[in-house]
């Protein structure tokens, strides 16, 4: 069943997000975007989605685009850098590539946001549309026009708010992904629940057995309220001046985890240890009980997340954290829960506070 969300800016139309579950449908809603005729297409993809869609998608590209031509960059968060993005300018200019051409970007969250970033930056802003493969960049980094690369020591450093021309999500590529990959998008599913939705982190609960065990109807439910969600927090607030923050929760302590472990963790791998953390503050600073907090670990790990990491040391993981971007004025801008559903920035938190909550998530 297909299902369609459209993303306002400033109270007018963006860009649709289409839910299919082929890539069949990807040129009949290609055409019924204003403007739909791009001349060139390049399908920006890395090396491991390359092997299952490109030829596919190339296939299907080709019944619409004069040309079209792929660049492939070797898979991992390691390439999500400048280096990256300049062969991707070089092969767009060796391509005569104009602003009347489109990037696609087949792949995960590292592939939409290394593209799209190109895309905002090739000829001051060329067209892109996304075409995300995992769950974590179908529920959340393909919606809201965040692009960017990391930058030194320094995760999504460089970068532009520059939107899609469409999201297309083909739902079944998930029956593909390995299994820690779902599980690593399941850590941003539940996050929307705990920042906005009781009733959606109940649901998921409810759910957990048909989740698991990929039954369509639910999963393609499951990312239809996810992306409404998010829908909701980026029209709101498109370019992070509020509320949009709310959806670093468990992501101040996580991309400190995440960069310590050199990336050999999954990001949502990392959100779920920073939720337990951010939980364990929220249970001891805001209100919420700690049956609640304990019931939010039970649930992050019965979808196969971790909720403690061995081997780091509290210290490291403070300093990763206060070198996050996520900084305002030299405090850091954490985001807590009053309950489940109510998400709030709280600025207060000092280095004991802290190093308190890091403790929770050391095993
Ligand atoms: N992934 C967080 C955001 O889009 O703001």
């Known amino acids: 069943m297909s299902k369609q969300l459209d993303i306002m ?10 839910l299919e579950q082929s890539f069949d449908r990807f040129i009949e809603h290609y ?37 079209v031509i792929s660049f492939i960059f070797p898979s991992g968060e390691a390439s999500k850098n400048l280096d990256t993005v300049e062969k991707l300018y070089l092969k767009l200019i060796n391509n005569r590539f104009d602003r009347k051409d489109l990037l696609i970007a087949l792949g995960g969250g590292v592939v939409g946001d290394l593209t799209g970033f190109a895309a905002a930056t090739f ?25 960017g690369v990391d ?47 009781a009733a959606y982190y109940q649901w998921l609960k409810d759910h957990k057995e048909s989740i698991l065990a990929l039954d369509d109807a639910t999963l ?28 670093n929760f468990g992501h101040t302590i996580g991309h400190a985890v995440e960069k310590l472990s050199d990336f050999s963790l999954y990001h949502g791998q990392c959100v779920a240890i920073g939720m337990g953390a951010a939980a364990y503050l929220s249970s001891v600073n805001h209100g919420m009980v700690s049956a609640v907090y304990e019931d939010i670990l039970r649930t992050i790990e019965s979808f196969g997340l971790p909720t403690k990491v061995a081997g780091y ?29 109510e998400a709030v920035i709280d600025k207060s938190y000092n280095d004991e506070m802290l190093l308190d909550a890091i403790g929770t998530i050391l095993e």
């Open 31 to 67: 055409r019924s975007l204003e403007g739909a005729n791009h001349k060139k297409v390049c399908i920006v993809t890395d090396s491991d989605v390359a092997n299952l869609y490109l030829n596919e998608m190339i296939k299907i590209c080709k019944n619409q685009f004069f040309d």
């Open 220 to 247: 393609e439910e499951m990312i239809y309220i996810s992306c409404k969600t998010k829908k909701a927090v980026v029209e709101e607030d498109p370019k992070e001046h509020g509320i949009r923050a709310h959806l």
């Open 9 to 18: 800016y400033e109270g007018a139309f963006c860009y649709p997000i289409h």
């Open 123 to 147: 000829l001051r802003g060329i067209d892109f549309i996304q075409v995300p493969t995992t769950l974590l960049s179908q529920v959340d980094s393909s919606i809201g026009g965040k692009t």
């Open 313 to 341: 040391d509290a210290k490291a993981i403070l300093e990763a954290t206060k070198s996050d971007k996520k900084m305002d004025g030299g405090q850091i801008n954490f985001v807590v829960l009053d309950s489940v559903g």
């Open 151 to 197: 930058f030194s020591r320094f995760k999504n450093m460089v970068g532009a708010f520059y939107m899609p021309r469409m999201v297309y999500m083909n739902t079944a590529v998930l029956y593909s992904l390995p299994q820690v990959q779902f599980q690593s998008g399941m850590g941003e599913v539940i996050k929307y629940g705990l920042i906005k939705d």
